[in-house]
DNA sequence: AAGCGTATGTAACCTGGGTCACACACCCAC
DNA sequence: GTGGGTGTGTGACCCAGGTTACATACGCTT
């Protein structure tokens, strides 16, 4: 990808405020770090040097169980910053959870000295930090609330549900990696899910037959 | 209690770059927000005029499930903010969060114009405030962790080491709202680290007898 | 002391979900 | 073809923890 200052705004509108110039050295394509699918990013919290802008792929951050299960926190998708790398910069919290490109990925690290005027100076980038942070907060205070109460048919449910499009491509085992827990349970329920008429059951694909099935069953009262 | 800048400074050395005036404003007794114990901070979200700081008291921030189930996210004590209250004002996010007011508490409200001008200006501020966003967020990876992947009577465990003090007077039902648990649960439980000799059990208290056992029952493999 | 509200003990039972141990089934490379 | 790697189906079994339904027990008020 060519990153033009435009491209870099219409993804970061929160940087309108910096001067040309500046936009265009941060589009220098010597800035842009290209990773490949699987890169640990802050597993071994190497000391970050900037905020972390996601321009293209995903990051998937995730917590690893004593057992070996491990369990999707959330995803970082373009437009966001992987904030938790970000953090150990600005609020110095040691992290325990795993951060990993999900694909090929492109990164623009916002320099320190940037970041920290950008901030200083614009309350509209200001605004985009916090509301990041904001959002993950309520994100993770939902996941709480998820795996604490509520039954994991309900939860496969909903991230059936969430994936768009009508045939979704993944294993058993990511799926039971997402929600944390095992294959053999994600098999099972899709089974019964399938025997309902709610989904078509493939190799490494399900077909979504009842979006609406999908999603009483995810509202049940229990 | 009598406010005097020193003592705010002491609990919130960031603000140390108010200018002296400033600081004595805050200070008046008419800017104070004493509460009573019971208090709903922010289930009826009503919008917050400004950035919250505790100075006395604590808030504790809870889920709700729809069984009538409850669970601890976490508390708010002096020296912190309750920013989940001051995010729907950063970050515009609804939080389904309720917030509650444990003890009788006494807020100081620092008015959004303050708020902007400190987190503009002064890089401790805003290092403050980045620094209780990703204690948040590292807590509240950590819970879903433990919900996630650890049994009860292990999380139960180090729920009875957080409280300092050799004897703790929580009831059972209390103990089992912090887990998101229910109170037989609980009982039983504990009648099992008695059985243990692990503490001693009474009416509305826990007396803690091995330390060192309900540590290391908390961090067994499984 | 009678009576009530609140905290606790506790037993029987159920169920969701995890573990183990397989049997296949598909796909690709050789 | 054939053989191995990777995904899936499945049944037997187990266990933590939730539910229900009580029985006490303690402490307070009247």
Known sequence: MELTPAGLLALYP?????PADQLAALCRPEALLRLPA?????AERQPCQG???????????????????EMLLYRVEPGESCIITSSCLLGHAPYTARG???????????????????????????????????????????????????????????????????????????????????????????????????VALGREQIGILDRNGLKSLAEAAR
Chains 1, 2 share one sequence.
């Open 38 to 42: 699987g890169t640990q990013l802050f």
């Open 100 to 198: 990993e490109a999900e694909t090929p990925i492109t990164l623009l690290i916002l320099p320190s000295p940037v970041f920290d005027r950008l901030v200083a100076e614009q309350a509209r980038f200001r605004d985009f930090v916090f509301h990041l942070f904001s959002e993950r907060l309520a994100e993770l205070m939902q996941l709480v609330e998820e795996v604490a109460f509520h039954r994991l048919d309900q939860r496969l449910a909903k991230l059936l549900l969430a994936k768009n499009g009508d045939t979704l491509h993944a294993t058993h085992q990511q799926l039971a990696e997402e929600l944390g827990s095992v294959r053999e349970i994600v098999s099972r329920l899709l089974k019964g899910f399938a025997a309902q008429g709610l």
């Open 51 to 69: 905020f972390p802008l996601l321009l293209e792929g995903s990051i998937k951050v995730v917590k690893t169980a004593a057992s070996g299960r």
């Open 14 to 18: 929160s940087l309108a405020a910096l």
